[in-house]
Structure formats: structure tokens, C-alpha cells
């Protein structure tokens, strides 16, 4: 598993970390080994590269591909402006 921030800046690294976070806890609830190959960094996650082993996890997660936008209003936004990541 690759996760990587494109365009948006820090709020693209919050949403990251956030992708982050989701994965290793469902990868947790299946049982699988979760494996860090590249550590994210402590505010947001700059690039994070995961090996997740298992009883069925290729076959659950090889259609997880692709660009992923989201539109939300982050804990950093003090105004409540909705911001595209």
C-alpha cells in the first residue's frame, strides 16, 4: 500500500494521514500483518509505503487504487471554509 499527498498542500497530508490511519485500523480488524516500509512524518503524512499480508488482502484490497479527492473542513480551519484536498 502507497499513500502519497498530491496537490493541496498540508491539508492533502492531513487527509493522507487520515487514509493512513483508516487502512491500519481495518487491516487490524481483518488480522492482517501490517508491515511499515516507510515511516509517515509526525504532522502529516509526506509519503507512507505499507506491506499488508494476510488471509484475502489482495483480493480485498487490489481494486484500492487510484486518486482520491475530498472535500472537508479541517481541524486547522479556525473560519469553518470547506477546503478540496
Known sequence: ?????????????LFAEDLFRMYEAYSAR?????????????????????RITGADAWEVLMLESGVHRVQRVPATERSGRMHTS
Open 1 to 13: 500500500l502507497q499513500i502519497r499527498p498530491a496537490a493541496g498542500g498540508s491539508e492533502a497530508g
Open 30 to 50: 481483518q488480522r492482517w500483518r501490517w508491515e511499515l516500509l516507510s515511516n509517515p512524518h509526525d504532522s502529516s503524512v509526506k509519503e507512507a509505503v505499507v
